[in-house]
């Protein structure tokens, strides 16, 4: 998918971790919890998750908490990658 980086509208503290990795965090990205239970990956059963490694805590209980605090659209996970 797309790199989009850091959103606009970063929260301070995000902004400053990222900032703290330096080099070393790198691919930044965003995704709407509404992004992520469109994907392949939300729609694989908990067994096909375990047989590629992702296992089933994220694309369940995460998923279920972050859609406590808001609309699937509005809320959102901010991540990178380490080299």
């Known amino acids: ?5 850091l ?3 970063v929260s301070n503290d995000v902004c400053e971790i990222s900032k703290s990795w ?3 965090g790198h691919s930044h990205n ?3 919890v509404k992004e992520i239970m ?3 990956y939300y729609k694989m059963s908990d067994e096909e998750l375990d ?3 992702l296992g089933t805590p994220f694309f369940r209980d995460v998923v279920d ?4 605090i808001g609309d699937s659209e509005d809320v959102r996970i ?3 990658f380490d080299s």
């Open 1 to 5: 998918g797309e790199i989009k980086g």
């Open 7 to 9: 959103p606009d509208d």
């Open 22 to 24: 330096g080099g070393d």
């Open 30 to 32: 965003y995704l709407t």
């Open 38 to 40: 469109d994907s392949t």
């Open 51 to 53: 047989d590629i490694g």
């Open 65 to 68: 908490t972050l859609l406590e």
């Open 78 to 80: 901010v991540f990178w």
